[in-house]
C-alpha cells in the first residue's frame, strides 16, 4: 500500500503511483535546478537526475541492493517481483564494472585518422 498523504471526509487517502511520479519528478527537477546555479561544470550530471524517474529511483535501490550482496530472494520480496528471474536481472551492474573497467584500460589507440 502507498503512503497516506491526507485526511479526506474521515477517511485516508492514499497516494496514487501517478501522484508518487509528479513528486519524484518536481524533487529531482528542482535538484537539477540547483545542480545548474552551481555553474555548467555541472550539467552533465543535473542533465541526469532531471531525467530521473520513479522507476529510475526504483532501479536504482535495486541494483545497489544486489550489489552489495543482499540475498536476491529478500530483493525479489522486497520489489514484489514474481520471479527471482525478474530480480537477478538487477545483477548486471556487475558486469556493467567490469565492461567499463575494461574500456577504460584496453583501448587499441585508434583514432579515426588514416
Not at 518536481?26 to 550530471?45: K, N, S, T, V, Y
Not at 543535473?46 to 532501479?59: D, E, N, T
Request: hydrophobic share 40%; net charge positive; with cysteine.
Amino acid at each position: 500500500m502507498l503512503p497516506v498523504i491526507g485526511r479526506e471526509t474521515g477517511r485516508d487517502k492514499v497516494l496514487s503511483r501517478g501522484a508518487l511520479h509528479l513528486i519524484l519528478k518536481e524533487a529531482f527537477g528542482m535538484a537539477a535546478r540547483r545542480l545548474r546555479a552551481r555553474g555548467p561544470e555541472w550539467e552533465a550530471q543535473a542533465a541526469v537526475l532531471a531525467s530521473a524517474s520513479a522507476h529510475w529511483l526504483r532501479h536504482t535501490a535495486c541494483s545497489h541492493m544486489t550489489d552489495q550482496q543482499v540475498d536476491l530472494r529478500f530483493v525479489r520480496d522486497n520489489f514484489g517481483h514474481a520471479s527471482i528471474a525478474t530480480t537477478s536481472a538487477y545483477l548486471h551492474s556487475e558486469e556493467d564494472a567490469r565492461h567499463e573497467a575494461t574500456q577504460e584500460r584496453h583501448r587499441m589507440g585508434w583514432t579515426g585518422k588514416t
